[in-house]
């Protein structure tokens, strides 16, 4: 079956280090999202890539990084830069047609 | 500047009663709306969407309806279940290639 795998589901860090966090699709997408979910939020856009090697900020970048470096995978580096880290973060794959498909989420704490 | 809005955080409704969930949006270059679902602790699920060129899709017991000139959106379920409990997004987009700009979402409880 195609779909969105995000790993790990949970993912603990302690302050001052980077944490990377994976998005893998098998659906053959070209465009590729990360979101943060806080409550009252909404969905946050943080990078976004629309092809391979080409990424762009989203809404809320500072202190995030990503690569595009093969179609599948869209990885997100949360850096010790981000001064709160803490919250639901989601990978989307689109294929411009329609909307996104979305994985299930990384549960991210900073202990 | 928020261009999707959903103002109301929640509703809460009772079983087999009519639910509405409304959605605005400030950007007349919006041509395609979606309505996403989500679970706690899962990824959002995509629910019904609507072209500009439309005003009403219809999907079993899910309705959107899209009223252009005042720039309004709304859900209907009907009838509501209490499975149907969940946050709702609306989205929207500005062509086929553009990303797509969320609200804040509404908490939807539906009582047994």
């Known amino acids: 079956d195609g779909g969105i795998t995000q790993s790990p589901k949970y993912l603990f860090r302690k302050e001052g280090q980077n944490v990377t966090l994976s998005c893998e699709q098998n659906l053959n997408h070209d465009a590729m999202y990360w979101y943060r979910q806080d409550p009252g939020q909404g969905l946050r856009l943080i990078y976004y890539s629309q092809i391979v090697n080409d990424f762009q900020k989203g809404d809320i970048a500072e202190g995030y990084s990503v690569s595009r470096e093969k179609k599948e995978s869209f990885p997100l580096t949360v850096t010790s830069a981000q001064k709160n880290p803490t919250a639901f973060y989601l990978c989307?794959?689109?294929?411009?047609?329609?909307?996104?498909?979305f994985g299930s989420g990384t549960r991210l704490t900073v202990v | 500047d928020q261009q999707v809005k959903q103002n109301s955080p929640s509703l809460s409704v009772q079983e087999g009663r009519i639910s509405i969930l409304n959605c605005d949006y400030t950007n007349s270059m919006f041509d395609y709306f979606l309505w996403y679902k989500k679970y706690p602790a899962e990824g959002p699920t995509f629910l019904i969407s609507?072209?500009?060129?439309?005003d009403k899709n219809e999907d079993g017991r899910f309705t959107v309806f899209l009223n252009k000139s005042a720039k309004h959106l709304s859900l209907h379920i009907v009838p509501s279940q209490p499975g149907d409990s969940a946050v709702y997004f609306c989205?929207?987009?500005?062509?086929?290639?553009?990303?797509?700009?969320f609200g804040k979402g509404i908490t939807l409880s539906v009582r047994p």
């Open positions: 989205a929207a987009r500005m062509s086929r290639r553009s990303k797509l700009t």
């Open positions: 989307a794959s689109s294929p411009h047609r329609y909307g996104y498909t």
């Open positions: 609507i072209s500009s060129i439309k």
